[in-house]
């Protein structure tokens, strides 16, 4: 019986693709339309069937196309279609469908339609249109509220059709049925903000009832409004970043200058240095030479005169001699006399050996000159290893910020205040330390460094390395600030530009503002606000000083020029600020 179906299932195979053409044909010859390519290709090679084969369950494939895949799964024993995925034990034997070759022979006379280039069939990663029948097209758009995704020719009446427009249409979707409700097969048009979670309108009178809901579009709207916030902060600090490569760019065009005109310059001392020693060498040499050859000329001289003195003796003795052999004692008499040649004898002193060590002082003083050389080259050299060992522009690892108020301490700042830089509204204590918001201006004379803004000052001392200090709060509103002390800082107001750092002080809380950016800090209200600044590493930090050190916002950046202290009195009048005596 089985086999009586797997024939009838060869002759639907066989048979069906030709009578649905024929039946196709006549309706196209009718009405002038071509027949489609698409309806005569293999599904395996996606080209017109070559040797055209029929399998059991009907599918027509290349005779090679299939073999090729089967002989795939002949390990695991079953074969299957690869369209339908029917499995056949065993392998079927392919005979060749002569009424479908000889069909597409025909055709391929009379021409097929290509199918259009612009139509994109979807694949395995792709997201498919949920409306086309047999192979499906790519999705062009899906629809939230249809929940489904289309291709251009069926994403068509989304467009034409009235209430069909209002639907809201996204780019394709694979994930459009986590949008239906599980337990209630619904639309998820609402968020839960007590779960956290999407829910559509059953679960919120039912699972979420009494809890904060709200529509998607109303929480959409808030998380874009946060989204909105965090690009601002994103794109601020990419900014920041930005100027921070630059800077390091800098700094590694500063180093590499610096560096090669340090190592042009040691390389013209120490061959200044060189030459001089070498001029003292060839001094010393000549000078050696010089009396080297007075010296020898000398003895030469001396050495001549006793050998001329040494022949005059021979002589003497050899007439002595002849004379002492003389037999007649009268001829003697007469012919003798008292020698007189050895009181005219060439005088010198006795020469010993250690007359031959003339030049050892001299080797003696050429060592101990190299000795103090060494000496002071290796001290030297000490120094300047120690300069170059000092030189870190900028990379080295920050120290660890101060955790208590007495570790705070350790790095006190005594501030004072610059009454070059008050505010014409501003009057300073006699110490400088305390500031007043005041009703009438204030008779400062005209200085560059004069704050602009109203109830602006800064401080005379300069901030460059570890720092901390303390602004004791008032009546009224303060800001505590760090800024650099320029003519576009004087001029604007604090927290306004990328020059200054204000913690914002008032009633209701803090805020910081930087760059004309306010962020809000949460945190108990103190009249205290500690500053702690490592201008190496970049770090600035505020904290509410009470019982207890608490961080209230901290900034990681590169300072590029000395920082000064400052306050802002943002009013009423009577408002004042006093940098602390740190004990």
Known sequence: ????????????????????????????????????????????CLDLLKDPV???????????????FWDGEDQKGIHSCPQCRKTFTPRPVLEKNTMLADLLEELKKTGLQAAPADLCYAGAEDV???????????????????????????????YDVAPLKKHKLVEPSKNLQENICSLHDEVMKMFCRSDQKSICYLCSVDEHKGHDTVSAAAERTERQRELEGSRQQIQQRVQDREKDVKLLQQQVE???????????????????????????????????????????SRVKELQEKLEQEITELQRKDAELQQLSHTEDHIEFIRNYSAPTCFSKSVYFLAVHSFYLQHFDGVQKAVSNMRDKVQEISSEEWRKISVKVSEVDVLLSEPEPDPKTRAEFFEYSQQITLDPNTAHTSLSLSEENREVTFMKAGQSYSDHADRCAATGQVLSRESLTGRGYWEV??????????????????????????????????????????????????????????????????????????????TLLHRV?????????????????IGTTAEFCQLQ
Request: charged letters at 20%; one cysteine or more.
């Open 54 to 68: 029929t399998i059991p369950c009907g599918h027509s494939y290349c005779r090679n196309c299939i073999k090729g």
């Open 128 to 158: 498919a249109c949920d409306f086309c029948s047999g192979r499906k097209l790519k999705a062009f758009k899906s629809c939230l509220v249809c929940l489904a995704s289309y291709c251009e020719k069926h994403l068509q009446p989304h």
């Open 1 to 44: 019986m089985e086999s009586f179906w797997i024939k009838i299932e060869t002759l639907k195979g066989i048979f069906g693709p030709i009578l649905a053409f024929l039946r196709v044909r006549g309706e196209m010859a009718q009405k002038g339309v071509q027949l489609n390519r698409e309806s005569f290709s293999c599904s395996i």
């Open 556 to 572: 990681q950046t590169t300072f590029t020029q000395p920082l000064y202290a400052g306050v802002q009195l943002h009013g009423p």
């Open 254 to 296: 500063a180093i590499n200058q610096s560096a090669d005109k340090t190592v042009e310059h040691s390389e013209k001392i120490f061959t200044e240095l060189i030459r001089l020693l070498q001029k003292r060498s060839s001094e010393v040499k000549q000078q050696i030479r010089s009396q080297q050859e007075t010296e020898v």
């Open 472 to 549: 004791e709060k008032g009546l009224g509103g303060l800001s505590v600030v760090v800024a650099y002390k320029d003519s576009q800082t004087v001029k604007a107001r604090f927290g306004e530009n990328d020059k200054s750092w204000a913690l914002c002080v008032f009633k209701r809380g803090f805020e910081f503002k930087h760059n004309n950016i306010t962020t809000p800090v949460s945190s108990c209200v103190s009249s205290r606000v500690g500053v702690y600044l490592d201008h190496r590493a970049g770090i600035l930090s505020f904290y509410s000083v009470s019982g207890t050190m």
